[in-house]
């Protein structure tokens, strides 16, 4: 479940997370996508390969 995880309200506001992280982090880190979560209908931010791709 998605319990512990930020949420966003829509892929807009995942991916304006995502900008952020990429201003405030040294670069090494991992890419961040952003994907719909059926639990709780909103969308939640990762560093592993999407599912999809």
Aim: proline share 6%; aromatic share 10%; glycine share 4%.
């Amino acid at each position: 479940m998605c319990g512990s995880k930020a949420r966003h309200r829509n892929q807009a506001a995942a991916e304006e997370a995502i900008e952020r992280r990429r201003w405030d982090q040294a670069s090494g880190d991992p890419a961040l996508s952003c994907y719909p979560c059926d639990y709780c209908h909103q969308w939640h931010l990762t560093s592993q390969t999407p599912r999809w791709s």
